[in-house]
């Protein structure tokens, strides 16, 4: 198959051309780039929603429950779940699939023709996805999935590498986590648009979703010294769930709908997408630079033995910056 | 090299998955990308996570006897999904009477491993049938 086959098959739908453009694109294999430059063009009409939070919240369990709200709404979904890779073996144990609902629901979600769910491991990048999840999002985006939901790996405080693809940002919380403290640490906190308080039937839901709306009320009323006076602002919400009942499930679905809402309305999509846009092409540039440099050191004569000299010259003698 | 990709699968009514477990993480533990579908999938559903997840290998896990019916159906519906049964590696593992051993391979499937099988071996196969089918599909 040719980068053509490729690009039309991705543009009429076919299941199987996706998926194996989606390998190729994980591969880092060279078809997938031109691939990506040739979709380019059709991406962009679906509302990206990353899903992260602490391991064991909840999120593969949530993510299903709304794959199946946004269906019944008729919305086309696709899913990206990136799981862990073991830094020591590179394996991987992919699990999130295993919470999709099945044939045990009105819906099947497995076998329903406008769901798309691939499951990634994290291959060595830090920060809850992967290096390719953007171009996987970018693929199920230009084969026109309506809703795009990327779960990040189980994550604990500064991980925010979600911030790279998704136009929504979902955290999950559960109750018994820890203290205001924990509510109040830098990171993955300020990231949200939207908190899910998951297994709220469980003691201590009140008292998190308490700590949480005072948090987010501190934050507000600091941006709004900062913001100008017109700009629209988000106002974000704390949504209490049972993920396994289905409780919460609308409200949150809502919500995510008006967040798309409120980004378009505002122009914030607009900026958000272009600084993403500018980010991801950096990131393409540095990686072509990386491998150059690699390539021009492997000979790298150790002249020094420390490595800030040694950079020096890099930079001076091969570089020529 | 690319990653291998494996999915673990589960069908019918069999409640058993501490086997499949623990392939799951041996096979995790050779580098494998391993996707675990979980208990009581239908051959539909298998099928469809083989195509969408763009797996190398499909390894079903089986101890209700029901391997007859349920094999052979989860690679035709892998067809009739716009699969390439021939492009995957197809292992069933777990209680299987000699009999249906040639009845399954007659139906698509590479290999079978019965109670006992070291892992090793298992992974060697894996990566050696892999290899094979990559250079015949390239």
């Not at chain 1, 991705?10 to 051309?17: H, P």
């Not at chain 1, 591969?27 to 780039?33: D, E, L, S, W």
């Not at chain 1, 559960?174 to 830098?186: F, L, R, S, T, Y």
């Not at chain 2, 086997?19 to 099928?47: M, N, S, W």
Request: net charge neutral; aromatic share 6%; charged share 30%.
């Amino acid at each position: 198959m040719n980068v053509q086959d490729f690009v039309e098959g991705i543009k009429r739908g076919d299941r199987r051309i996706l998926a194996k453009a989606i390998s190729f694109a994980e591969n880092g294999h060279p078809i997938a780039k031109e691939i990506l430059r040739q979709i380019y063009d059709k991406t962009g009409k679906a509302q990206v929603v990353g899903i992260t939070g602490f391991p064991g919240t909840g999120k593969s369990t949530l993510v299903s429950k709304l794959v199946e709200e946004f269906r019944k709404r008729g919305k086309s979904v696709g899913v990206v779940a990136v799981d862990p890779s073991s830094p020591f073996t590179g394996g991987a144990l992919l699990g999130d699939r295993l919470r999709l609902n099945g044939a045990d629901v009105d819906k099947n979600l497995w076998t329903d023709e406008r769901v798309f769910f691939r499951s990634m491991g994290s291959r060595g990048r830090l920060g809850g996805i992967a290096k390719k999840t953007g171009d996987v999002v970018k693929l199920l985006d230009a084969a026109g999935y309506d809703m795009i939901l990327v779960e990040t790996v189980g994550a604990g405080q500064g991980e925010i590498g979600i911030l790279e693809v998704a136009d929504t940002a979902i955290v999950v919380l559960m109750p018994e986590m820890g203290d205001d403290i924990q509510v109040n640490k830098a990171g993955i906190l300020e990231i949200g648009d939207i908190f899910v308080i998951n297994k709220s039937d469980l003691e201590g839901a009140e008292n998190l979703e308490r700590w949480l709306s005072f948090t987010l009320s501190l934050d507000s009323s600091d941006s709004a010294e900062k913001g100008s006076a017109n700009a629209e602002r988000w106002r974000k919400r704390v949504i209490k769930t049972v993920a396994t009942r289905g409780e919460g499930i609308k409200e949150l679905a809502d919500a995510i709908t008006e967040h798309f809402e409120f980004l378009k309305r505002s122009g914030t999509l607009e900026i958000k997408r272009a600084e993403r846009t500018k980010m991801m092409a950096l990131e393409i540039a540095m990686e072509e630079i990386r491998a150059e440099i690699t390539k021009r050191c492997s000979n790298l004569l150790l002249d020094s033995k420390d490595p800030y000299t040694i950079a020096e010259r890099i930079l001076k003698d091969i570089i020529k910056i | 090299m690319e990653k291998i990709r494996v999915l673990i699968a589960k069908l019918g009514l069999d409640g058993h998955d501490r086997g499949a477990k623990i392939i799951a993480r041996f096979l995790r533990d050779a580098g494998f990308e391993v996707i675990y579908t979980g208990l009581h999938r239908t051959p539909q559903e298998v099928a469809r996570a083989v195509i969408d997840e763009d797996v190398d290998v499909l390894g079903i896990s089986i101890l209700s006897g029901a391997h007859i019916p349920l094999v052979p159906r989860v690679l035709d519906f892998t067809t009739q999904y716009g699969g390439d049964p021939n492009e995957i590696v197809v292992v069933v593992g777990g209680t299987i009477p000699t009999e249906d051993i040639p009845k399954l391979k007659a139906c698509g499937v590479d290999a079978v491993f019965i109670p006992g099988t070291p892992i090793s071996e298992i992974i060697k196969f894996i990566k050696q049938k892999v290899a094979e089918k990559r250079r015949d599909n390239l």
